[in-house]
């Protein structure tokens, strides 16, 4: 069975490499893809081509189809690079990754699988590519920064809930499906 692919925005790897964790998210959540627009967006973020040299995270260039993508019906306030991970994961059917609301909300009304950083975690956490331990610091500290994140600190709540309820049972190892 082939894996549903993983689309990663620019604010995901972004906010990944701020807390420390884009490895453990390019081994739960993979295969892994961005186009080169989102790559350049979070370009400050110097793990990513580490990930990218080792295999982890695949580049799409979008080249001759960046009028297409620039000329997409989206919703306004949509960047070309939002409108390129939009795309790339409507090309490939895969699963977007993103923070940013705008881009959530748009792909969800096309049709899109769409997902943030607390269920990354959350999913890194259940496959053991990050401890529960490590995990709740985690949150703890994106409670604090929930702002910087673009988060709630109740949506925080509920996601540390959930992990500590499943700190209870077996873990199983798997990646994410």
Known sequence: MTKKPFVYDANILIDGEK????????????????TDLCLDEAASAEQLQEEVQAGKLNVVEVGDKLLAITEMDVARGLSTEDRSALWLAEQLQGTLLTNDGVLRREAEKRGNQVHGLLWLIEQCCLNNSLT???ALELLDEM???????????????QVRARIEAQDSR????????
């Open 170 to 177: 077996p873990q199983t190892g798997e990646d994410v499906k």
């Open 132 to 134: 529960t331990e490590h």
């Open 19 to 34: 807390l420390g964790i884009l490895s453990e998210l390019m081994n739960c959540a993979k295969p892994a893809n961005v």
């Open 143 to 157: 409670e604090d920064r929930s702002e910087e994140f673009r988060i709630t600190k109740e949506l925080v709540r």
